[in-house]
C-alpha cells in the first residue's frame, strides 16, 4: 500500500493509542509540567499512562505519556507546547 499520498488523520486512524516521549534534565517540575501541558490537550492523566525513566546518572529523564489522540491538529498542539516547554530537552 502506498502511503505517499494519504493524510495524516488517514494514516493514525484517529481515534488512537499514541505514546507520546519527552526528554529533558531531571528537574522536580518536570514531571508535572509535562503532564499539565497534556492534560489540556487530552483527559485527566491517570498514573498508569505515564512512564518515567531515570539515565544511569540520574541527571536525566525520560517520560511516556500514552493518550488516546483524537486529531493530528492535537498533537501537534501538544507536541508545540512540549518544544516551546524549556524543561523540555526533546520530544520524541
Known amino acids: 500500500m502506498n502511503t505517499s499520498n494519504l493524510s495524516s488523520e488517514e494514516i ?3 481515534p488512537c493509542d499514541y505514546p507520546v516521549k519527552v526528554f529533558g ?3 522536580e517540575e518536570l514531571h508535572i ?9 487530552t483527559d ?9 525513566k531515570r539515565s544511569s546518572k540520574g541527571k536525566y529523564v525520560s517520560l511516556t505519556v500514552r493518550i488516546i489522540a483524537t486529531s493530528r491538529t492535537q498533537l501537534d498542539s501538544i507536541n508545540q507546547e512540549l518544544q516551546d516547554c524549556s524543561l523540555v530537552a526533546y520530544v520524541l
Open 12 to 14: 493514525f486512524n484517529f
Open 25 to 27: 534534565k531531571e528537574h
Open 33 to 41: 509540567t509535562i503532564c499539565s501541558i497534556i492534560e489540556k490537550h
Open 44 to 52: 485527566k492523566l491517570h498514573p498508569n499512562q505515564i512512564s518515567i
